[in-house]
């Protein structure tokens, strides 16, 4: 029994370094001659998947990626007619990569170990 819970561990341990969480991030705009600063939120980083050994061209592996649930907020700016609207996420998940909206292939780039 006492191998099964270091197996356990190990596997939980192992994910470790994936996380997809939000993340507050700043972005400056100019907007009637006058900069800007919008504080925003966005969902950032890995989350963790399998490739098989053998890929097999009719059956792709499902790939999850970080994603998040998103609001829209309202800056006006004074002395500015109209106002800006900019996407907020509120939460963060890993979910299926939808090859509708979104890049599924193999990120072959460097990652960064834990």
Same mark, same amino acid.
């Given at each position: 029994q006492m191998q099964l819970v270091v197996f356990v561990v *190990?596997?939980?341990l192992g994910k470790?370094?994936? /996380?997809c969480n939000l993340k507050? *991030? /700043?972005i400056s705009m100019e907007r009637c001659g006058q900069k800007v600063c919008i504080h925003t939120t966005i969902c950032e980083g890995l989350c963790y998947s399998q490739d098989p050994v053998f890929e097999s061209p009719e059956e792709a592996p499902e790939h999850k990626i970080c994603k998040g649930d998103w609001s829209y907020e309202v800056k006006n700016i004074e002395g500015c007619p109209g106002s800006i609207t900019y996407p907020v996420a509120t939460k963060c998940n890993c979910s299926t990569c939808n090859t509708e909206d979104t890049y599924c292939g193999r990120f072959y780039g460097h990652i960064p170990s834990c």
């Amino acid at each position: 029994q006492m191998q099964l819970v270091v197996f356990v561990v *190990v596997l939980a341990l192992g994910k470790g370094c994936f /996380s997809c969480n939000l993340k507050n *991030v /700043s972005i400056s705009m100019e907007r009637c001659g006058q900069k800007v600063c919008i504080h925003t939120t966005i969902c950032e980083g890995l989350c963790y998947s399998q490739d098989p050994v053998f890929e097999s061209p009719e059956e792709a592996p499902e790939h999850k990626i970080c994603k998040g649930d998103w609001s829209y907020e309202v800056k006006n700016i004074e002395g500015c007619p109209g106002s800006i609207t900019y996407p907020v996420a509120t939460k963060c998940n890993c979910s299926t990569c939808n090859t509708e909206d979104t890049y599924c292939g193999r990120f072959y780039g460097h990652i960064p170990s834990c």
